[in-house]
């Protein structure tokens, strides 16, 4: 016998514009073991009023497409996590990197599994990881191989190796599997002479990018000052002065975003993560260049880079997508989680229903995919519950 059940949740979401607070959706049923068919998406004072007959059953946080966790370190997964300032937290890392590779990103797609996340953005540093995750049955998204090489002189190398494992990796992607990307590290780690080839080679084959911009203090500090605990440590790291890595002298003109906005970086749309310590005017570059923001707030509180002006990238109009980043600066790989953590981290003016979009449609943007939208006539099994 066919029942009408109207399935409830804090927000509730098809995908579609803005998650509804206090929502529900209205599903019909042919047994106790049948997922239900959609009928209809509203509010739930509107729902019930107009199906007084529906058996109400209030599933939990929230109703969503399959959320996205748009930014992980999987071959990070062995890394104990570790809270400590941004510039020290990369040397403990750096210090623990035969920890990385092939065994921990076979941990943290498990992690996700476990999680209920099929759909990935991910930083790959390994090159044995990434036909392991091209091959990931029942995932997609997208690996972006991750590039350092601050030193000019060495650009030429490192591009013409970059390109060749990208082009052998390509052939290894499968129909609705995961997706080859490409990670230039950022713009202190990667030379301009660099980056300018690696996104210039990225547009003209439609490869997906990934960028760390703006993510700790001491980033604004070093483009514009030349100065700082970053400054330092960058220059001793790759023994070369910073106006070399940049092709020009820091400046207070300078900040990581109008550099990459100089080099013509952003007008390959390129996906922007943390974008924490940025100025209006970074912003105001970002929308116009139509990028997505990832946020990662667990890793940005837990290295001290600060919170994500959300407000400012609102009244712009960029979408912002959810990450956890990895284990070792953001815990879990739980995008729920990191869901939660949002909340917490920046009050209710954030407000629940933004988050949900972060977590769905502004990681489907984040990756270049389509949103999976849900309409009447489909199964309610398409959707996620967060409990
Ligand atoms: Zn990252």
Known sequence: MLERVLFTGDVVYNGVGLPLENAGVLVAKES??????????????????????????????????????????????HVPFKAAPYTPWIGYVISRRELRGLAA???????????NTSIFGDIVARAEVMPFLLAAEGFSGVAYWEVLGANPDQ??????????????????????????????????????????????????EGIPLQIHI????????MFQTGSGALAQSITRAFDIPLEQIFGRQPGFDLTCVSHLEQLGVLDAKPTLIHGV?????????????????????????????????????????????????????GE???????????LEIHGSSLGWRNIVRYASRGGYKALGMKTPTVHRGDSFSSLSVWK
Request: glycine residues 6%; contains cysteine.
């Open 155 to 204: 650009a030429d190398q490192i591009f013409a190796d970059t390109t060749a494992l990208i082009r052998e990796w390509r052939k290894l992607e499968r129909p609705n599997g995961v997706r080859v990307g490409l990670s230039p590290h950022t713009a202190h780690t990667v030379s301009s002479v660099l980056m300018k080839k690696l996104v210039a080679f990225a547009r003209l």
């Open 277 to 329: 310590n940025v100025v209006e005017t970074d912003v105001q570059m970002i929308a116009r260049a139509g990028c997505t923001v990832v946020t990662c707030p667990r890793s940005n509180r837990n290295l001290e880079c600060g919170v994500l002006p959300w407000q400012l990238y609102a009244k712009y109009g960029v979408e912002v997508a959810l990450g956890t980043d990895s284990v070792a600066s």
């Open 105 to 115: 990103a076979k941990h943290g797609l498990e992690l996700l599994r476990a999680a």
């Open 332 to 342: 879990s790989l739980n995008i729920a989680d990191e869901a939660l953590a949002a």
């Open 32 to 77: 106790s073991i049948d997922p239900g068919t959609v009928i209809v998406f509203g509010k739930l004072e509107d729902l019930r009023s107009q199906y007084p007959d529906a058996r109400v059953e209030h599933l939990g946080r929230a109703i969503l497409p399959a959320p996205v966790n748009a930014h992980t370190h999987l071959d990070l997964s």
């Open 214 to 221: 703006a993510e700790s203090p001491a980033e604004l500090e």
